[in-house]
């Protein structure tokens, strides 16, 4: 059906309402983990508003840096093992742009308001919402 709400519309909502109606009548612990729920709401929000081109970006980044085909959890997980064995290190080309990336993108969903990926947009760092 084209007339139902978004997923991130329905979850925005939620989060608002635990925000505006919830928190306020509670207390204490209560109050800091209904807190907490909405931060996580938010998240999950911005994850599933997170373009599909920038999922398939970093697993097009990993295969070239890796030189190797693969899903994205296997990919990092050579990388892991690749680092740990002294085989990749910082001078390897496109390992800390590549990091890089990855980081900027994955504090996008995370930590949007966070003081430092502030600071790497505002000195041109990779932008989820806007790049991909």
Known sequence: MQDTPADTELLAAVAEFLRRDVVPALDGSLQYQTRVAANVIDRVQRGLAQPPAVIDEEQQRLQRLLDLG???????QVLCDRIAAGEITRDTPGLTDFLWWVTCHKLSVDQPRYAGYQRALERGAPDAAHDS
């Open 70 to 76: 693969g899903d994205i959890p296997t990919l990092t």
